[in-house]
């Protein structure tokens, strides 16, 4: 169990990871074709790869792949691809203006948040856990850490 953990923390880190630097490529991108424009790009650019990917699965697995998949789940991913627009789209608005590190700070920020209320009311299937003042104190101090990375002037 502390094996998977440990996997886990570290599969996570390099997601970290990998939304930083996505995150200064979709900051330039946006600084040139618009916030909008990008989320697009970037989205559909994706999607295209994301295709070809399911083709690739498809052809070597057979619809057995896919036959689990049933109407609800397909209804919360097709909503979750639509939220990656605005995100992108957010991402594309914001960290040319304030910096990659601040934009990032207040993207966490924001995803703590919602963290926090999904566990409160054990949304998304999981399980409840209860908020604390600890837990709100998490919250305010990552706010008040991103009010000191944001460029002042």
């Known amino acids: ?35 909008m424009l990008t989320g697009l790009l970037v989205n559909t650019f994706a999607g295209i790869a994301a295709g070809l990917l399911l083709l690739v699965v498809y052809t070597r697995q057979g619809n057995t ?12 991913i097709v909503a979750a691809g639509l939220l990656g627009i605005g995100i992108i789209a957010g991402i594309a608005y914001a960290l040319p203006k304030v910096g990659v590190a ?31 003042w600890v837990r709100i104190g998490g919250l305010v101090l990552l706010a008040l850490g991103t009010w000191f990375i944001v460029p002042k002037g």
């Open 1 to 35: 169990m502390q094996r998977l953990i440990l996997t886990s923390l570290i599969v996570a880190l390099f997601s970290g990871l990998a939304i930083g630097v996505q995150s200064s490529l979709i900051s330039a991108a946006g600084k040139n074709t618009g916030a």
């Open 65 to 76: 792949a896919f036959s689990a998949i049933q109407a609800p789940t397909l209804g919360v």
């Open 102 to 132: 601040a934009g990032l700070s207040m993207i966490i920020t924001g995803q703590m948040t919602m963290g926090v209320f999904v566990d409160t009311f054990g949304l998304a299937d999981g399980q409840s856990i209860p908020l604390s």
